[in-house]
């Protein structure tokens, strides 16, 4: 008998969160036997002797442990709970086989004959707990949730099911989330690492506060062999403790016979050794080759979201803030670095070095901690009392010029914008040789790749722009994410789309020779493909699962996340309720936790005008529900009525939702279109909304003023028609943002099915007199993805006259770039001409092909002293990587290249080979390191997609070593999403669509819940849609 079973309702709703934990699935500790009852097929469903057994240690259980973070009530539903789960987990317990790590051994006990007695026992006591589990879970406020029994969402209750600590113990916590009965106020930590053995020892003396009673603390650890630990409460004495470790969740527990007291105080000492890591988090060995040939051996720190724990044992949840002195040993030839100043420096009697450094004076979260032993060179300036100094490896840095001087500049903005000066004495940026990530904004310790720290003094605008924009993005972080924190990774974005925002909203200021708002333009518009999947998500949604964090790492928390509060600051009276806003927000929340509440009361809290709006009401649409409306324009005479709905990209076409969003709509006419003065607003909060009467006269409107509101406009017919006809007769009636929004908006609105492909080649026939980056990049764009999707279907006759089709659209453009840089060139100019060459050199175009191949003989000639400008070595390289010789060529000088963004550009070049030998030899070494290092897998794959014949390769690699790649980069990370997406975002198939779904779901807990994998089917469907529907539009259109 399956307790389940009796209530199919009941079951659909329980076994999914009683055992929601992946992590159970890893694991088997405990066993869904509603699940998997067809697994155990002889398995007596009801074992007496159990059931009567097992009430008892539950209960004891529950006495035990961990109760006093809750109060009597919650106590009663909790051990019910635990009392099913018990059963589960113990019977299960009988059925595995004892050579997991984590079993626990059932106990010796005959269960086939039980007395009379017992039964009777047993039987009245399973009538008694299945009565009580359903009024439990039936009764309003009553559930099995650790906060209470307070039903807050029926559909996640969650459970409370002890697992097994690796020493057959029962660990005593069951939740993913720590609890909150103890807290960290100080971390003293002593690292000793071995650079030859890559291994380390370590001390973590971690001081807490009690703040509820508990009998119980419970920390994370991950990969470390504690070898001792002890525990002082108060004033008492020290005294040894035994550490139960439960791995699937990565924590440890230690317990106690008697109660911890509130507002005590107490320390924890552990000692522990592990191996440095070898993957990219944690702290892990890095290397590289000097100049010289000779290996040189580092080791540094990526603690974010998941990994401090793999470094110390900690709290490593971001609410749990604390501060840390830090002190680690190193080799006389190396120097150390953390998040504070360098306090002293002690010789040891091994010859070695500890370095001490401060203690922080701000209370920071685990993930922000970081320490770096290496050889690296710095260089230094002050910014008022802050010492910023930007290291690198001694080969480069002479790179490291540009990053200081922005640096400091972007911290002086940032200082005087945010009216809070940055908190520390020193600020170092550190370029680190094998980094996955592109930055890591670690208090007063910023970690970069190599690439986006470091430029050579020829380097371009547009090399620059990428070294400043992520300097910006980091500096950024160090308020929003450092000083103030979001409480729980379900607010990544707080951190995020923050940073992301600033960071395009001070180089604007800063630095605006970088036209850095074309390429923030241009991110907007990714952000909304992205989000128009049906499998996107909420800015702000629950996360419960470490690849669950691993993925809010996305375009929703970062593109979109900085899109909305383009659309907040822009809607908003004045241009300082904005700033005054999150200055408020920054002092009210210093050293604090938040939620994404907090920041819309802070931000409606500041009263700037007479009517400010209601931030929190009009913003929480944004971030509560997945996706972004549609407005729909419809006009009779001066009546311009506004309808919205939600803006989805489905396969399934019966899927509607009901959502709605508050919608700050803006507009110009044919009246005024330009100037910021021209722009009206409407807020649309309802289904449909009417506009103030227009004048008969005005011929066409522009909704989305440049595109500063994150939604997308369609004009209808007529709407349409009028647009059109206005930028035929002159393309300055809109600004560029307006003409690549009309773009964008018209390309997405044909992939929805709203619009005809005719239609959106009626628009772009404007584009022969548009000379300005962004609809032309846009439109680059949007056909290029129809060009690889055609290529890769081998419709070659379509393929041909699309070619026909840009050449001809963009010819006059195309024939007018130069080959060469000009003096004082604009950033604008350089992102035009590189789109623009890319495109016609992909297309074949001779005379592309052949400048390109001049420029890469003289190039190779000069032995690399004649530089191709920054913005055209991309288009040379993949041009010269298409025959034989030059691409054997491309790959020595990649060997030797010591200059990272220009190195980068080459191993594009060289993954854009057709040749199928070298395809796979090139996602072998990614994948090997080494030459080419494994943190480039990602883009070397993203590339290697683009051909024709590396797209199918890369689909077979990623099969084979689907399980080396989630060894190297984390399941639900941003590289293996970017793999994911890479590999099958141009697949228009059934035959593929069929693959992609059969490799995914066999895949398991090894990443088939990832929602990446949602998002790449749901793009194949669509896909598929398009070019059954599309193709005999193409056919008579193109
Ligand atoms: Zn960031």
Redesign the pocket.
């Known amino acids: 008998m399956d307790p389940f079973d009796s209530n199919n309702t009941e079951r659909a709703n329980l076994p999914r969160n009683m055992i929601e934990n992946s992590m159970f699935e890893e694991e088997p500790d405990v066993v869904d036997l509603a699940k998997d009852s067809a697994a155990f097929p002889t398995f007596p469903a009801l074992d007496p002797d159990e059931v009567a057994f097992e009430p008892r240690s539950s209960r004891l259980l529950v006495r035990g442990l961990g109760q006093h973070d809750m109060d009597e009530d919650e106590e009663d539903c909790e051990s019910s709970a635990r009392l099913l789960g018990m059963s589960f987990m113990n019977r299960s317990a009988a059925h595995r086989s004892s050579s997991s790590p984590y079993t626990r051994q059932a106990p010796p006990r005959s269960c086939s004959r039980p007395s009379g007695r017992t039964m009777i026992v047993c039987v009245l006591f399973l009538v008694i707990v299945a009565s009580l589990t359903m009024v439990m879970y039936f009764l309003p406020g009553c559930n099995f949730t650790k906060r209470g029994c307070q039903r807050t969402n029926k559909t996640t209750p969650s459970e409370q099911v002890y697992p097994v600590s690796t020493n057959g113990e029962l660990f005593p916590w069951a939740q993913l989330r720590l609890p909150r009965s103890i807290h960290p106020l100080s971390y003293d930590l002593t690292l000793d690492p071995d650079l030859d053995n890559m291994t380390f020892t370590g001390r973590t003396v971690i001081s807490m506060s009690v703040l509820h009673n508990t009998k119980l603390i419970v920390l994370h650890s991950s990969h470390l062999n504690i070898t001792k630990a002890t525990f002082k409460p108060g004033d008492g004495e020290a005294r040894d403790v035994t550490v139960l470790e439960y791995k699937p969740r990565q924590q440890i527990a230690v317990k106690f016979s008697e109660e911890l007291k509130t507002g005590q105080y107490c320390v924890l000492t552990l000692d522990y050794s592990a191996n440095l890591s070898h993957t990219y988090d944690g702290f892990y060995n890095s290397s590289y080759t000097d100049t010289d040939g000779n290996k040189r051996v580092l080791a540094a720190t990526q603690f974010e979201p998941l990994a401090a724990r793999k470094a110390f044992p900690c709290f490593d949840e971001p609410s749990f803030k604390a501060t840390f002195l830090i002190r680690i040993s190193r080799k006389p030839t190396y120097l150390t670095l953390s998040n504070m100043p360098q306090a002293k420096s002690t010789p040891l009697l091994n010859g070695l070095i500890q370095d001490e450094f401060e203690k922080t004076i701000v209370n920071m979260s685990t993930y922000l901690v970081a320490f770096i032993v290496a050889n690296f060179t710095p260089i230094s300036s002050h910014v008022s009392e802050t010492q910023v100094s930007v290291y690198s490896v001694p080969d480069k840095k002479e790179q490291t010029d540009y990053a200081l001087d922005t640096a400091c500049k972007l911290l002086e903005f940032y200082n005087d914008f945010f009216e809070i000066t940055y908190p520390l004495k020193k600020l170092d940026l550190v370029a680190i040789p094998d980094f996955l990530a592109g930055a890591m ?1 670690n208090w007063g310790l910023i970690t970069f790749r190599e690439t986006s720290l470091l430029v050579g003094k020829q380097s371009s605008n547009l090399e620059k722009q990428v070294v400043a924009s992520v300097v910006a ?2 500096l950024a ?1 160090q308020w929003f ?1 450092n000083l103030v924190t979001m409480r729980w990774w379900n607010d990544l974005w707080l ?2 789309g923050f ?2 925002y600033m960071q395009y909203m001070s180089l604007q200021t800063v630095l605006p020779q970088l036209d850095i708002g074309n390429l923030f333009l241009a991110v907007r518009f990714r952000a909304l493909d992205d989000d128009a999947l049906n499998s996107s998500h909420a800015v702000s949604m629950d996360v419960n699962k470490p690849e669950q964090v691993e993925e809010m790492f996305d375009s929703v928390s ?1 593109e979109k996340g900085a899109s909305i509060l383009l659309m907040l600051n822009a809607s908003l009276p004045g241009d300082q309720q904005f700033r005054k806003g999150i200055i408020q927000y920054l002092k009210q929340f210093s050293g604090l936790n938040t939620d994404t509440n907090d920041l819309w009361n802070s931000l409606t809290q500041v009263e700037v005008s007479a009517q400010h709006p209601n931030v929190s009401e009009m913003m929480s649409s944004w971030t509560s529900q997945k996706g972004f409306p549609l407005v729909t324009v419809s006009r009779k005479g001066g009546q311009v009525t506004l309808t919205q709905e939600h803006f989805l990209l489905t396969s399934d076409n019966a899927t509607q939702t009901s959502s709605l969003w508050n919608i700050p709509v803006t507009y110009v006419t044919d009246n005024c279109s330009l100037a910021p003065e021209c722009r009206q607003m409407f807020n649309l909060k309802t289904k449909s909304g009417t506009l103030n009467e227009l004048p008969e006269s005005v011929k066409w409107l522009k909704l989305n003023y440049r595109n500063t509101g994150f939604y997308i406009v369609d004009y209808g017919d007529e709407g349409w028609a009028a647009l059109i006809s206005a930028l035929s007769n002159n393309v300055s009636v809109l600004t560029q943002e307006d003409r690549a929004s009309l773009i964008h908006n018209i390309f997405a609105l044909s992939r929805l099915g709203r619009v005809s492909f005719h239609q959106v080649l009626n628009l772009l026939k404007y584009m022969s007199n548009e000379t300005q980056t962004s609809p032309v990049t846009e439109a680059l764009l949007q056909l290029n993805v129809l060009y690889q999707l055609l290529d890769q279907r081998q419709e070659h006759s379509l393929v041909a006259r699309m070619k026909s089709y840009i050449k001809h659209q963009f010819a006059s453009l195309m024939d007018k770039q130069t080959w060469k840089e000009e003096e004082e060139e604009s950033v604008s100019k350089q992102e035009l001409r590189s789109a623009l060459l890319k495109m016609a050199c992909s297309l074949n175009e001779e005379k592309c092909i052949k400048q390109a191949r001049a420029q890469f003989k003289q190039y190779v000639e000069s032995n690399g002293t004649l530089r191709i400008p920054g913005d055209l070595q991309q288009v040379v390289f993949t041009v010269a990587a298409q025959s034989n010789e030059d691409w054997e060529t491309l790959l020595s000088m990649y060997g030797q290249a010591t200059y990272d963004a220009e190195k980068r550009k080459m191993l594009r070049g060289l993954a854009s080979t057709q040749d199928p030998r070298r395809i796979v030899w090139i996602l072998k070494a990614g994948l090997r390191g080494g030459l080419i290092q494994t943190q480039e897998l990602p883009l070397v794959i993203y590339t290697v997609c683009h051909g024709f014949a590396g797209y199918l390769f890369v689909w077979d690699f990623i099969q084979e070593n689907w399980d080396s790649l989630i060894e190297k980069f984390p399941v639900g990370s941003f590289a293996i999403q970017t793999i994911i997406k890479s590999a099958t975002s141009q697949f228009s198939t059934q035959a593929h669509l069929n693959q992609v779904e059969g490799f995914f779901s066999s895949l398991k807990e090894r990443g088939s819940q990832m929602r990446s994998v949602q998002e790449a089917l749901e793009t194949i469907r669509l896909n598929q849609r398009w070019m059954d529907k599309n193709l005999p539009t193409l056919q008579k259109w193109l």
Do not use: L
Request: proline share 0%; charged share 30%.
């Open positions: 904004e993005h980091e972080h994410g951190n995020e940073a992301t970062y």
